[in-house]
């Protein structure tokens, strides 16, 4: 992260942050209702095929949680990549 960040900057990204870990937790909180749900259906049919579904579902939410709390890791990459594209983005807008 860049030292020299004006508070404008600071709160932006803190929003970003804290609107991909909301978005993680409504993620996690829909996963174990429809979960739940399928479990039910599965134990009273006799067959316990529920599993598979939240196998599946369970390892995008994990995947999904490391990209949003390790983001902050990774984040300088990220920043200089939109940061570069910015600059292109410029640079045509200025020839034209």
Not at 2 to 30: C, Q
Not at 75 to 88: A, I, K, T, W
Request: glycine share 10%.
């Amino acid at each position: 992260m860049n030292p020299t960040m004006s508070p404008e900057d600071l709160d932006r990204l803190a929003r970003k942050r804290a609107g991909r870990k909301m978005g993680w937790y409504i993620h996690a909180f829909v996963f174990i209702c429809v979960n739940t749900g399928l479990a039910l259906l599965s134990t009273f049919s006799g067959r316990h095929w529920a599993v598979f579904p939240a196998f599946g579902w369970g390892l995008g939410l994990l995947i999904h949680g490391v990209v949003v709390f390790a983001a902050p890791l990774g984040s300088g990459f990220r920043e200089s990549l939109v940061q570069q594209e910015r600059q292109r983005l410029q640079k045509q807008q200025d020839k034209s």
